[in-house]
């Protein structure tokens, strides 16, 4: 079966909902809709901000328009033995897998390739203005803002900055107290940098690659990967680091033989929580 040319732009068929099921389970996980202005939303439950995500269409719409960026083809996904052997045995949807490998790979280079930086965190802001007036208070002190660099705006009165500094500490401090999806967001929440784009080195899109793919066989335990063929292990790491080769994010061959596995395991502890540290600039 070939990949088919194009999705429906509007509603999507019940095949087409099929073999994007990978893709869908994967996005909601990297990718979910947060609305913390959601009325509805109970502090105390994390997903009810979480909303379905919209990665997927942004896919469909750069898959339409051939806007991905994926460096191989189907027909070399479809005739690569290594990777076809562990997905046949296990009883993977070839045709799932070769869209959330598309997915995945477009999504890597969103994150890591042209990724987005941020400010600091809200968390982090008040947190500062309210040590720096502590630390040196009020008398002679003074506040600019600026526009574009121009100074919009000076104060100077110390029971004003005392005050904003009292209002910045109560906030921290509320937001310590309590642990929810809100206050987290005050503290992990930042401004994209939409100016600077950020090119992560190899391991780093190797390690989110291999994240990925680590959550997906996670919420499919169907797929256990305990199998053996002979001499081969189908250990889903050997699989994930074959991936990594196909797809081209290094040309190092070790990740394309049995020593592949023990190479990515290692990276992947070594470069934990690394992964998240750029928005990124295609699946925002």
Not at 113 to 139: H, M
Not at 198 to 207: L, T
Not at 224 to 238: A, C, D, T, V, Y
Request: a neutral charge.
């Amino acid at each position: 079966m070939k990949p088919i040319d194009k999705f429906n732009d509007d509603i999507l068929t019940p095949e087409e909902l099929r073999l994007l099921e990978y893709v869908i389970e994967v996005a909601d996980k990297f990718n979910p809709d947060v609305n913390f202005d959601n009325p509805d939303a109970d502090q105390d439950d994390e997903d009810s901000y979480l909303f379905p995500s919209q990665a997927p269409y942004t896919f469909i719409r750069r898959y339409n328009s051939n806007s991905l960026h994926s460096k191989f083809e189907y027909q070399r996904y479809i005739s690569n033995k290594g990777i076809q052997l562990f997905l046949k045995e296990q009883e993977v949807d070839i045709q799932k897998f070769w869209y959330l490998l598309l997915f995945v790979y477009d999504y890597v280079y969103g994150a890591c390739t042209s990724g987005l930086g941020a400010y600091r965190s809200i968390y982090d802001e008040l947190t500062d203005i309210a040590e720096t007036v502590n630390t040196f208070g009020t008398k002679g002190m003074e506040i600019e803002i600026r526009v574009h660099k121009k100074k919009v705006l000076q104060i100077n009165n110390p029971r004003a900055i005392s005050y904003l500094a009292k209002i910045c500490k109560e906030d921290v401090e509320n937001t310590d107290r309590n642990s929810n999806k809100y206050s987290d967001s005050i503290k992990c929440c930042s401004a994209i940098d939409f100016e600077n784009k950020i090119n992560k080195n190899a391991s780093i899109k190797i390690c989110l690659l291999g994240n990925m793919f680590q959550y997906f066989f996670s919420v499919n335990p169907q797929f256990n990967f305990r199998k053996k063929r002979g001499e081969q292990s189908l250990s889903k790491l050997l699989l994930i680091s074959r991936l990594v080769y196909f797809t081209g994010l290094t040309p190092n061959k070790v990740y394309n033989t049995e020593e592949g596995a023990d190479t990515l395991k290692g990276l992947l502890s070594k470069y934990k929580g690394e992964t998240s540290k750029t928005t990124n600039s295609i699946y925002l």
